[in-house]
């Protein structure tokens, strides 16, 4: 089975929330990561502030999230290990290439994300047409840029000798 598209590696983990308060705490004043950005969207029910571990195309997002509405869904503070993001060098081509295999996508299709670049999810259950999920966590897809595409590979490259 050839895979059209290759994971790079982690983009982001999303921690939710009641109230970005705590979170903050514990992520920003005691283990120092600098908050670099804020998202909100009524139609993903988000509010976030997004931090940084790294720098370069190795940086880690760490997203500490909240809902806008703590009675509407998604309810992005049930689980506190909200989703993991995973760079993705050809997102489009592992949309159709794992839709083909069986995975399950949440609604919402390709779509820009909260730090500008294209995402997609993937759904944590299973159904009958598209039996290969999650198994209980939202994973993220999210398209990497060229200067991540290129780090990697660099990496990559260093590490096999060529």
């Excluded at 089975?1 to 705590?22: C, E, N, Y």
Aim: aromatic share 6%; proline share 7%.
């Amino acid at each position: 089975m050839t895979r059209p598209f290759k994971v790079l590696g982690i983009q982001q983990i999303a921690i939710g929330a009641t109230s970005k308060d705590r979170l903050r705490t514990l992520w920003v004043d005691m283990l120092g990561l600098e908050v670099t950005g804020n998202f909100v969207s009524e139609r993903e029910n988000v509010d976030e502030d997004i931090c940084v571990i790294g720098s370069g195309p190795f940086k880690v997002e760490v997203d500490l999230m909240q809902p806008v509405d703590i009675d509407k869904k998604p309810a992005v503070h049930t689980t506190p290990l909200n989703h993991v993001g995973l760079w993705i060098d050809d997102l489009p081509k592992a949309v159709a290439w794992l839709t083909a295999q069986g995975v399950r996508f949440a609604p919402g299709g390709i779509r820009k994300g909260a730090a500008g670049f294209d995402i997609c999810f993937l759904h944590p259950k299973p159904s009958e047409e598209f039996p290969i999920a999650g198994e209980g966590v939202l994973i993220e897809l999210v398209q990497a840029p060229a200067e991540v595409i290129g780090a990697f590979r660099a990496q990559l490259g260093a590490q096999t000798g060529g």
